[in-house]
């Protein structure tokens, strides 16, 4: 069996975070953002700082523009789940999707952009308290 140097040097990855951060190739990133192997857009859905209630449709619809195969939501500390309707971007685009804590979100986008599938990660993080 012959082994092969996985080279992710030309992707985006979380190389770590917290709370109200996201290190992505080892560059400091706050507020909520939406990283792919190629873009990093940040400013997204700036009304749900650590409030998924205020997560519109329009914010899971720029998500949907990148054309995905799969959407990670982080949703902070802990996984939630927003209003059901909201998802409808998402649905129609038949992209998939998950909701989960901030740091599953970040290993699973890692594991799905080294294995060089089509993968957006959209982190939402909490407000300073």
């Not at 069996?1 to 030309?10: F, G, I, S, T, V």
């Not at 720029?62 to 789940?81: C, H, K, N």
Request: aromatic share 6%.
């Amino acid at each position: 069996m012959k082994l092969y140097q996985d080279n992710n040097a030309n992707l985006n990855v979380v190389t770590g975070y917290g709370d109200d951060h996201v290190m992505v190739n080892k560059v400091r990133h706050d507020g909520n953002l939406i990283l792919t192997a190629s873009q990093i857009r940040t400013g997204w859905a700036p009304e749900a700082r650590g409030d998924l209630a205020a997560l519109r449709a329009e914010d899971l619809a720029a998500v949907a523009e990148l054309d995905p195969e799969i959407v990670i939501i982080g949703t902070g500390r802990r996984q939630r789940f927003p209003a059901p309707a909201l998802l409808r971007p998402l649905i129609e685009a038949r992209i998939g999707f998950e909701f989960m804590d901030l740091p599953a979100a970040c290993r699973t986008y890692n594991i799905l952009v080294g294995e060089g599938r089509s993968v957006a990660v959209a982190l939402l993080f909490e407000a300073a308290a």
